[in-house]
């Protein structure tokens, strides 16, 4: 049975909206832009299983089974639920992977919802489908096929799962230190930065190796390292997974080292800095940062984009230190109850001179959505 064009859901780290949205442009086939709002970016595409999975910034994918609406009673979500079409969403998924069971979970993500927590939501959902006799449904575990159910005030959305894991898992990823960034946010970091054809990543905070390894699966040359012994040993048992001639890759180095600085230059400086909740940052670790990247700048360094909880501490030594004129853009994340910036930094010809259009690129994608924007047809 074939699928031309299928209407489709794609969830994102808060914040990153714009960046997956780009990603989807750009790699999917016959695409269409139905609307985008915080952590979700609804579209039209052809069905492409393979081109979907190739997707690195994007957390998860579903097939939408409902047009978003509004609802504000348990009521009103039952006659939501029992109208999915179900075993039309069996058909289409099972074009792209078996499904082995009946089995069906629910998965919910509630924000500002006037139905009650993601607990009560789900109970509510799982209830009616049981009323339904869909198939079996399933509570603490991941079912064959999976419906995720999307609340952002008054307004739902019901999706379903194309692949038995969400985008975001990473093979590779066989160790983690804590701290590690998440892989769909290092991936939306290097896409931000548009790296050239064979430029270099240097990232001296590798931590687990998370960018390292979204670098070098752009078949990017990558280079870096961390301070912490068990963070070199996860960055290169990950690093490895990918290809074993990367093993050597990562090495213990302070990153508080001019030297490092001055011989990765030309690289572009991709990096998550300790946030100071489960990795501690030594006292004045952060000005040590900005007096680097000052210095950097001020001799033409490429390019940088660091994710931190505190931006105004580095970005206020660095323009301090900085002879160059700085090109600054930020934007907020929402990862793991935090909000961290993420800040890239380049030069500017001149202070005052027209922004150049990678400029203007980078401004839009970290351009904030906070409420719905509709494009197309939706």
Request: net charge neutral; with cysteine.
């Amino acid at each position: 049975m074939a699928y031309v064009v299928t209407r489709l859901a794609a969830y994102s780290v808060r914040g990153l909206e714009r960046i997956g949205e780009e990603e989807l442009r750009d790699t999917l086939p016959a695409y269409t832009l139905l609307s985008i709002s915080p952590k979700l970016v609804r579209f039209e595409s052809a069905w492409d299983p393979r081109a979907f999975s190739a997707l690195r910034t994007i957390d998860d994918l579903g097939i939408e089974l409902a047009d978003p609406t509004t609802i504000t009673t348990d009521d009103e979500l039952r006659t939501l639920i029992a109208e999915l079409p179900i075993d039309t969403a069996r058909q289409i998924i099972e074009s792209a992977r078996p499904l082995d069971s009946d089995e069906i979970s629910v998965t919910v993500t509630a924000r500002s919802s006037q139905l009650g927590n993601q607990a009560a939501i789900q109970a509510v959902v799982a209830d009616t489908l049981r009323q339904r006799k869909v198939g079996l449904v399933v509570d603490g575990r991941r079912g064959s096929l999976d419906l995720r159910v999307f609340v952002d005030a008054e307004t739902v959305s019901v999706s379903a799962r194309v692949f038995d894991k969400p985008l975001f898992h990473r093979s590779y990823r066989r160790a983690v230190v804590v701290g590690a960034i998440r892989p769909t946010v290092a991936a939306a970091m290097l896409r931000l930065m548009s790296p050239k054809p064979g430029q270099s990543i240097w990232d001296p905070f590798c931590g687990s190796g998370t960018i390292l390894c979204e670098a070098a699966l752009l078949h990017l040359p990558i280079a870096g390292g961390d301070y912490s012994p068990d963070a070199i040993a996860a960055a290169r048992t990950n690093l490895e997974a990918i290809d074993p001639r990367l093993s050597t890759v990562p090495n213990q180095i302070d990153a508080r080292n001019t030297p490092q600085w001055r011989a990765n230059v030309d690289s572009l400086l991709v990096t998550n800095l300790p946030w100071n909740q489960q990795v501690r940052i030594t006292r004045g670790l952060n000005g040590e940062i900005g007096d680097a990247l000052g210095r950097r700048m001020s001799v033409g360094g490429a390019g940088v984009c660091i994710l931190t909880t505190r931006p105004d501490r580095v970005m206020r030594i660095a323009q301090q230190r900085s002879t160059a004129v700085l090109d600054v853009h930020q934007g907020n994340l929402g990862v793991l109850g935090q909000v961290p910036t993420l800040t890239v930094v380049e030069t500017r010809d001149a202070e005052g001179s027209t922004p150049s259009s990678r400029s203007r690129r980078i401004a839009s994608l970290l351009q904030r959505v906070e409420t719905p924007e509709y494009a197309g047809r939706g």
